[in-house]
């Protein structure tokens, strides 16, 4: 039989009953544009993690305060909210680590803020000035923390663009906020300090926005904030990416001498570099991914079934048509080739739509600020891939059912 009497007679049968084969489309369209979606949402959630780590700084190394959490042990205990860093430790690293680039001790909590009748709960960081250098910040308008600011215990901030719209309206420029006044409660204290500079917008939402932080020197944090000397982080910037593994271990190393600590596992710090977060954050993201896309495959073998469904139902209905094609000459072959390819076209035609929906959701999801997603040629060709084997797969059965059709009992069949 020639390919294009082959390809006449899909069209005539498929669309002998259009409702039907719409149908059994619709399910390989919903099921393609799922797959299509879900792994665009999760591909684009793995490069925005990504990118914000690395816009943090790719060389950076982090020390917590309190014990590591090693094999076969539980939470570690009281890991970011001990109290054993202190300043000294931070001066110890820029005296004695080599090829480190700047070094940021920190102290960190999440407070009340006020100004003009207008509040938000964000976190307020105490820093010093290399804060900027370390963790790659600009400054919009303004200044940022000065040592002056550290050495007078100033009262002043630096405020992240999330934090001037939530304060002080949407509508307000950088400039106009520069020289107002925040009140910051803490639980057992509240101070005013005054606005000397706003930062450039970094994106991202949720706890660790850059965007969302106050800044104030930190010996103010210090004093006012926390009540002690303890520090709640180090942030460590190595000159190069080559460096960092280097670094952290030579940091682990002076750390370990500093706190008097022979037995490594009972450290009452911990360590961690941006490449290990970035590796970590794709390894969970990916298999994120990976769920979504299994989950958006049930649907596509839903489809599938429909598909088969459809295609056996089609064999009954032209059982006659077939006994009489065999009685004039057509092979089992010509009839198993007729109907699977007919099942083929139903899934390509799905398949085809079901790219271009999700395509155009995922876009969408991403133009009105929905989510971030990713379209990536891998999903695309997996889609299509998938779609193909499923007619091929549930396709075969009925021609092979009506391959096998006896001439004389169908052209008996009523």
Known sequence: MAIIDILEETYFALSANKARSGLTILGIVIGIGSVIVLMAIGQGAQSSIQSRIQSIGSNMITVSPGAQRGVGMMVSSGRGSAKTLKLSDAEAIAAQVDSVKAVSPEVSGRYQ????????????????PAYVEVKSLEIDDGSFITDQNNSNTAKVAVIGPTVRDDLFGE??????????????????????????????????????????MVFVPLSTAQRFLSGNQYLTSIAVSAESAQTTSIV??????LFLSLHNISDPTKADFSTINQADIAET???????????????????????????????????????????????????????????????VTLT??????GVVLGWVVS????????????????????????????????????????????????????
Not at 185 to 195: A, G, M, Q, R
Not at 248 to 253: G, K, L, N, P, S
Not at 301 to 330: F, H
């Open 171 to 212: 509508n307000v420029d950088s400039s106009e906020v520069v020289g107002q006044k925040i009140r910051i409660k803490s639980s057992n204290s509240s101070i005013e300090v005054t606005v000397v500079g706003v930062t450039k917008a970094k994106g991202g939402t949720g706890f660790g926005s850059q965007d969302d």
């Open 348 to 353: 390509f035609l799905g398949g085809l739509t």
């Open 113 to 128: 803020l006020t100004a003009k009748g207008l509040n938000t709960n964000t976190q307020v960081v105490g820093v010093t």
């Open 248 to 253: 952290q271990e030579d940091v682990t190393t």
């Open 281 to 343: 954050a794709s390894s969970v993201t990916s298999t994120l991914t990976n769920l979504l896309a299994a989950v958006a495959g049930i649907s596509l073998v839903v489809g599938g079934i429909g598909i088969m469904n459809m295609m056996l139902t089609t064999v009954t209905e032209r059982t006659k048509e077939i006994g009489l094609r065999k009685s004039i000459g057509a092979k089992g072959r010509d009839i198993s080739i007729q109907f699977l390819i007919e099942a």
């Open 363 to 414: 876009y969408g999801m991403t133009y009105f600020n929905i989510t971030q997603t990713k379209v990536s040629l891998s999903s695309v060709l997996l889609a299509f891939s998938v779609s193909a084997a499923i007619g091929i797969i549930f396709g075969y059965y009925p021609a092979r059912r009506a391959a096998k059709l006896s001439p004389i009992d169908a052209l008996r069949y009523e």
